[in-house]
């Protein structure tokens, strides 16, 4: 199947635990964003969302670890940092006590093209979804998420689209799923927020 696709490959080297004054506000934020059901787990048992900051002025971040939707509490164990990524190449390497997501290279995408973006949300949430289809910036059904084909597809709503001023994007292409930015993860938050209460 899907041949001429590009295995996403990751690896992980085992490292310390991220310093915890770096991320307060990112345990801060997922956790509250867990408890509003926007980052959790299906009940087929398949966690959904993520959070990360940019490390500042480099191309490095830090990312809730994958599984671990079904947690409420995130400590710092489940924190770990993307020090390298090659988009063409659907692969990247962290650095922590967990593994990052294969999403993570969607944040590592937007890192690498808006060096004013400091954190991003992803999350998941059926009703939201379908109100904001097409309504805010929205990427082709036949994108997936995670996948070098969606950086592309951003890159295109950050060029043809008010993507920058939005800080809003939904993926026809990935049900429930959309997600939200900003110059820090305040702003980023406060979108998410905001488009929570519409
Ligand atoms: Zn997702």
Same mark, same amino acid.
């Given at each position: 199947?899907?041949?001429?696709?590009?295995?996403?490959?990751?690896?992980?080297?085992?490292?310390?635990?991220?310093?915890?004054?770096?991320?307060?506000?990112?345990?801060?934020?997922?956790?509250?964003?867990?408890?509003?059901?926007?980052?959790?787990?299906?009940?087929?048992?398949?966690?959904?969302?993520?959070?990360?900051?940019?490390?500042?002025?480099?191309?490095?971040? /830090? =990312?809730?670890?994958?599984?671990?939707?079904?947690?409420? %509490? $995130?400590?710092?164990?489940?924190? &770990?940092?993307?020090?390298?990524?090659?988009?063409?190449?659907?692969?990247?390497?962290?650095?922590?006590?967990?593994?990052?997501?294969?999403?993570?290279?969607?944040?590592?995408?937007?890192?690498?093209?808006?060096?004013?973006?400091?954190? /991003? =949300?992803?999350?998941?949430?059926?009703?939201?979804?379908? %109100? $904001?289809?097409?309504?805010?910036? &929205?990427?082709?059904?036949?994108?997936?998420?995670?996948?070098?084909?969606?950086?592309?597809?951003?890159?295109?709503?950050?060029?043809?689209?008010?993507?920058?001023?939005?800080?809003?994007?939904?993926?026809?292409?990935?049900?429930?799923?959309?997600?939200?930015?900003?110059?820090?993860?305040?702003?980023?938050?406060?979108?998410?927020?905001?488009?929570?209460?519409?």
């Amino acid at each position: 199947m899907d041949e001429g696709v590009v295995k996403y490959s990751c690896e992980c080297i085992p490292g310390e635990n991220v310093a915890v004054e770096l991320i307060a506000s990112l345990m801060k934020w997922r956790d509250h964003i867990h408890e509003l059901g926007l980052i959790g787990v299906y009940e087929n048992g398949i966690g959904f969302g993520n959070i990360s900051i940019r490390i500042a002025n480099t191309l490095q971040f /830090i =990312i809730s670890g994958s599984q671990t939707g079904h947690l409420a %509490k $995130l400590n710092p164990d489940h924190y &770990t940092v993307v020090t390298e990524f090659n988009i063409e190449h659907n692969h990247l390497t962290c650095c922590g006590p967990i593994q990052a997501s294969s999403e993570s290279l969607t944040h590592a995408a937007i890192y690498s093209y808006e060096p004013n973006i400091n954190a /991003i =949300i992803h999350v998941h949430h059926p009703q939201l979804w379908r %109100k $904001l289809l097409n309504q805010v910036p &929205t990427t082709r059904k036949d994108v997936q998420y995670g996948t070098p084909k969606m950086a592309q597809e951003m890159f295109r709503l950050f060029e043809e689209e008010n993507l920058r001023e939005k800080k809003i994007l939904v993926m026809a292409g990935h049900e429930d799923g959309f997600l939200t930015f900003g110059k820090d993860l305040n702003e980023a938050g406060e979108i998410l927020i905001q488009y929570y209460h519409i």
